[in-house]
C-alpha cells in the first residue's frame, strides 16, 4: 500500500501525438512518438512497443497518457523522455490510455 503523497509523485500527464515513425532497430517491434505536452512540459519522444494495434499514421492526433518524471532512457539509439502508458488485452499486446474526449495538452491526472 502506498500513501497518496506517494501517488502525487508520479506525473502522469495527457499529451497529443504530432509524429510517429516506426522504429526497426529495436529489439521488439517499436514506434518512436513525439509528443506534445503543452507549453508547462514542451514535446517530449518516447519508445513504444505499440505495434500490434497501431500504425504510425494512426498514432498521429492521437491523445495519450505518459508518466512525464522519469528520467530519460536510452532506448538503442533512441533517447526516450517520457513512459507512455498502456494497459494488455487479451493477448497481452499494449492498448494506449487516453481520454475518451479531447483535452487540453498537459493536463494532469488526478
Do not use: C
Amino acid at each position: 500500500m502506498i500513501d497518496f503523497d506517494d501517488f502525487l509523485k508520479v506525473d502522469v500527464r495527457v499529451g497529443t501525438i504530432t509524429h510517429a515513425e516506426p522504429y526497426p532497430q529495436a529489439r521488439k517491434p517499436a514506434i518512436k512518438l513525439t509528443i506534445d505536452f503543452g507549453d508547462e512540459i514542451g514535446v517530449k519522444r518516447s519508445s513504444a512497443q505499440i505495434t500490434a494495434h497501431y500504425t504510425p499514421e494512426t498514432l498521429v492526433g492521437k491523445q495519450v497518457l505518459a508518466v512525464v518524471n522519469f528520467p530519460p532512457r536510452q532506448i538503442g539509439k533512441f533517447m526516450s523522455d517520457v513512459l507512455v502508458l498502456g494497459l494488455p488485452d487479451a493477448s497481452g499486446e499494449v492498448v494506449l490510455v487516453g481520454p475518451d474526449q479531447a483535452v487540453p495538452d498537459g493536463g494532469r491526472l488526478h
